[in-house]
Structures are given as C-alpha cells and as structure tokens.
C-alpha cells in the first residue's frame, strides 16, 4: 500500500465549477497535511496546511481532514484555467522529523 | 534575495564525473530537504536536516552524499552517478516541526536543478 494515495487524473472540470481533488494516506499517527500546487516545469508551491479535523478555508480553496478516515481533500470553488496545474497531497510520517510524504499528484485540467 | 535558491538550474554529467548541487535558504529556517522527482513518479524524500544535524536518509545510494555546513545551506555532492538518477533534485527548507513528528511546518521550495546524467 502506498503511503499517501492520489488519483492521477487527468481531473476535467469546467471553468467556474468546483473542481473536488481527494488523498488517503496510510499512517494513522500523521498529524499535519498539506497540499501543493505544481505548474508543469516548475517547483511545488504550497497551497494549504491542514492538521485538525473538518474544514479550513483560504479564500477559494477549502481544506478538509478526516483522520479517522485517513482522508484529506481539496476543493477548488469558481475554478479558473489558471488552476490547471497538478495538485500534490503531502503527509507527516509519525516516524519520522520533519519527514514529509508526498502523494504522486493529481494533473488538474479546468477548461473555458 | 529572498526564499530558496538552487544553482545550478541545470545540470549534464558523465557517468564518471563529480559534481554538486547547493542550496541556500533566506527564510531563516532550520530544517532543510532533499527531494528527487523523476517523471510520472511521486516526490521521494531523500534527505532531511534539522538544525544542521542530517535526521533522514531515505535509503539513498552512496553515490549521493549530502553536507550541511549551517542552517541556510545545503548540498548534494554526486560521484559516478546513473542514468536513471537523471531527475529533477529539489531542495527545500522549513522552520523546525517536533521531533516526534506530530507536528510539521510547510515546506517552501526552491526551484529545483534538473540532472542529467548521460
């Protein structure tokens, strides 16, 4: 089993939909979670940091955790073609300091 | 000059060549990474350092040895490396999470250097 888990995509949403984008992880002591954008060619900048339970909000992204069920997600809301990026899910390893863990990305394509 | 700053952005090398990469940091962080991402797969965690005292090898072959003089640089000396090591390296730092790993501070990115290795 993969420590963290995306769905690769691609994930085709209209402009202005919500684009919904989901990540399971495995470790049941992770405790902070983030998620990352990544143009094509390009360095991940971070979009979200997450680490209780239920919903955080940042403007049009919304963060949602659930460590019971080792699930985090990402919502986009009014997406924009400019959002057309891939979206990577990272994770703490309870073993570890500092030790990140990033899922392999969702490729987010938003069309006009 | 601000952030994460990586040199070289690009890199070609012989099977048979030393090289390294360096990384520096202006955030004032204590932690730094190394991360390798190859094509169509995940980030893989190489390396990380906190407060300058190496805390992670992920299992990374010796041809890949790290050195971290002070808490704003960071390097990855490579020796006789191959062709499947061509990739694009990227560094990162972050303010120090705890050491038992409940709690973990975003990392901030450089903009990687992409090797080649022919």
């Known amino acids: 089993q993969k420590e963290v888990e995306q769905n690769s995509g691609p994930l085709s949403v209209p402009e202005g939909a919500i684009a919904s984008l989901n990540c399971t992880y495995s470790?049941?002591?992770?405790?902070?979670f983030f998620w990352y954008r990544q143009y094509s060619g390009k360095s991940p900048e971070l979009i979200m940091s997450?680490?209780?339970?239920g919903d955080k909000e940042d403007g049009r992204f919304t963060a949602q955790l659930n460590k019971a069920s080792q699930y985090v997600s990402l919502l986009i809301r009014d997406s924009q073609p400019s959002d057309s990026a891939t979206y990577l899910c990272?994770?703490?390893?309870?073993?570890?300091?500092?030790?990140?863990?990033f899922g392999a990305g969702t490729r987010l394509a938003v069309h006009p | 000059e601000t952030g994460v700053t990586q040199t070289p952005r690009h890199l070609v090398m012989g099977m048979t060549n030393k090289k390294s990469l360096k990384c520096e940091q202006h955030?004032?962080?204590?932690?730094m990474y190394w991360y390798k991402q190859s094509a169509k797969k995940p980030l893989e965690l190489m390396f990380v350092?906190?407060?300058?005292?190496?805390?992670e090898n992920n299992s990374v072959p010796s041809r890949f040895s790290p050195e971290c003089p002070n808490s704003s640089h960071l390097f990855l000396h490579l020796h006789t490396l191959q062709p499947e090591d061509s990739a694009l390296y990227l560094c990162?730092?972050?303010?120090?999470?705890?050491?038992?790993?409940?709690?973990?501070?975003?990392?901030?990115f450089g903009n990687g250097t992409r090797l080649t290795v022919t």
């Open positions: 997450i680490y209780s339970n």
């Open positions: 990162a730092s972050s303010r120090p999470g705890s050491s038992d790993g409940s709690y973990n501070s975003p990392l901030h």
């Open positions: 350092y906190n407060f300058k005292e190496q805390t």
């Open positions: 470790d049941r002591g992770s405790q902070s």
């Open positions: 990272a994770v703490t390893h309870s073993g570890g300091y500092n030790k990140l863990i």
């Open positions: 955030l004032g962080h204590n932690a």
